[in-house]
């Protein structure tokens, strides 16, 4: 299955400011997608990103809080805008994993996550 | 509305013991389901999914339609199993919905 690549794996950050998460796929994907995890709660998902379009965002996710950039098809960034405290999360890139079985189409492959702190 | 439930935000048993891991689902129509698993300072992963009927380090999850129910069972806990689980569910669609989780702790 693919392998992906994000970055940073964590930060601290101060409230008001912006930061850019990247995610790096070692092979070509349709789509790529944003999860968050909150402390203590599941995996929500924020947007699907789509090469040449623009991305898909969930509800209670918008475009000017989380910017998405999808240049290719191995590489996305997520921006998490203007942070609060709230924004405090672990955000994860995850790709359908490659598998023999055309049924295996809906298995997620994740990155390692992206830890941010926001104070 | 479509929803995944683990009722078990913690699950602690004894190394030998059988355990079962709680997941209802909500939806109307043909789901395909999932547990992953994520163990200490490693990265989410499948473990197993409902079409496979397959057994993975010693887990089996059947999906029963009529209690909405995919619950994940092994017989025989092992220490290595300590780790957080996740149910998730699919559509059909794009989006995967995932459950809680439930950390499960399996003491020597």
């Known amino acids: 299955s693919a392998v992906i690549s994000q970055k940073p794996s964590r930060d601290i950050c101060q409230r008001g400011t912006s930061l850019t998460i990247q995610c790096q796929v070692d092979s070509q994907v349709t789509m790529m997608f944003w999860y968050r995890q909150q402390p203590g709660q599941s995996l929500t998902l924020i947007a699907t990103?789509?090469?040449?379009?623009?991305?898909?965002?969930e509800s209670g996710f918008v475009i000017d809080k989380f910017p998405i950039s999808r240049p290719n098809l191995t590489f996305s960034t997520l921006t998490v805008s203007n942070m609060s405290p709230e924004d405090s999360s672990i955000y994860l890139c995850?790709?359908?994993?490659?598998?023999?079985?055309?049924?295996?189409?809906?298995?997620?492959?994740f990155g390692a996550g992206s830890r941010l702190t926001v104070l | 509305a479509q929803r995944v439930t683990q009722p078990e935000k913690l699950l602690s048993v004894f190394k030998g013991a059988p355990v079962e891991l709680k997941c209802n689902y909500s939806?109307?129509?043909?789901?395909?389901l999932f547990w992953y698993v994520q163990y200490s300072r490693q990265r989410l992963q499948l473990l197993l999914r409902?079409?496979s009927r397959e057994s993975i380090k010693g887990f089996t999850a059947d999906l029963n339609k009529g209690e909405t129910s995919f619950h994940l069972k092994k017989p025989f806990a092992q220490e290595e199993d300590s780790a957080m689980y996740y149910c998730?569910?699919?559509?059909?669609?794009?989006?995967?919905?995932f459950g809680a989780g439930t950390r499960l702790f399996v003491k020597a």
């Open positions: 998730a569910l699919n559509t059909g669609g794009f989006k995967t919905i």
């Open positions: 995850s790709v359908r994993a490659a598998m023999k079985e055309g049924s295996g189409a809906n298995v997620l492959t």
């Open positions: 409902h079409i």
């Open positions: 990103a789509n090469q040449g379009s623009e991305a898909t965002y």
């Open positions: 939806y109307s129509g043909s789901p395909e």
